[in-house]
C-alpha cells in the first residue's frame, strides 16, 4: 500500500521537525524519483538526475510555502514525480538548445490537475456516449472527486495513466507491479469501480446531468 504523506508532513519535513518514520517515507520518494527518471531519461548522467531531484524538491517546497499548494488530492508520488519530469524536460530541452517551456512550470504547479483532452474523453466514454461542452467542468470536478474517494492504487494508476501521460510499463516501474499487463489488468478494475460512483453520484446530483 502506498504511503500517506501529508502536506503537513512536508511542511515539517521542510522544517526540520518530521516524526521519523514520515522523514522515512519522505525520503524514501528519492529513490523512486531517481529510479523513474533514470529509466525515462537515459541520457542524463547520475549527477544530472541528482540536480534534477534537488531542483524538484526546492519546486516543491516553494510550491508549499508560497501557498499554491495546499492539499494533496492525488498521491504524493503521482504529484512530486510530474515536477520531476518537467524539470527533467527543461533539462533534456537546454542540453538539445530547444527554447522551449516545459509542459507545466514547476514553479507555479498547483493541485489542479487538468487531464490531457484526448484522454478525458476516453475516460467519460466508459460512462456516457456524448459530452456537451457547457457540462465538461462539472463533469472535470466530478471526476477529481470520485479518483479522491478510491484506493491509493487506483489513485496512483488513474492519475499516472490520464494526468502524467505515462504508459502501463512507466506506471509499473514506478509502483512496483510485477508487469504492464498486471496495471492494465488494474486500471481495468479501476476503471469499473470509476464507472460504479459515475453512475451512483450522477444520479443523486442532478447538477451533472
Known sequence: MAKEIS???LKSYFQGKAEAKKKRDIEDEKIKA??????KFTSLSDDDIEDIYQESLSALY???EKGKLKELTCPFSSYFLQICNNQALKLVNKNKGIKTSPIIEDHTITNEYEILEEKV???FSFCMTTIEEDKKVRLQLLVNNIIASMTDTCKNILHGYYWNDFTTSTIAYMYNFTSADSVKTQKYKCINKF???FIDLKKKNKIYE
Do not use: T, V, W
Request: hydrophobic residues 45%.
Open 7 to 9: 502536506i503537513f508532513d
Open 34 to 39: 531517481m529510479s523513474f527518471l533514470r529509466n
Open 62 to 64: 516553494i510550491n508549499i
Open 121 to 123: 474523453d476516453e475516460l
Open 195 to 197: 464507472r460504479e460512483k
